[in-house]
C-alpha cells in the first residue's frame, strides 16, 4: 500500500486507508529518525515538526524496557 520496501516504511501516510500511530513515549525524544523510504537514507526530524507534519494518532503501543 505504501509503495516502499519492507523496513523503509516512513512514518507517514499519504493514503487515507493506513492511519499513522505513535505512542506517547515518542515526546520523550527531541527528534525522530526514520528511514525515507530506502533501506539506504535516513532523515533526523525535530520530534515538534513531526507531530505538526504527520499528525500521528497518540496510543500506547509500546512497552519501555
Known amino acids: 500500500m505504501t509503495g516502499c520496501v519492507i523496513g523503509a516504511i516512513p512514518p507517514f501516510s499519504f493514503n487515507e486507508q493506513i492511519q499513522v500511530l505513535a505512542d506517547p513515549l515518542i515526546q520523550e525524544n527531541e ?12 532523515i ?18 509500546a512497552l519501555r524496557s
Open 44 to 61: 533526523f526530524m525535530k520530534l515538534d515538526d513531526y507531530i505538526r507534519i504527520a499528525k500521528p494518532k497518540i496510543a500506547k503501543i
Open 31 to 42: 527528534e525522530v529518525v526514520f528511514n525515507a523510504g530506502r533501506l539506504d537514507r535516513s
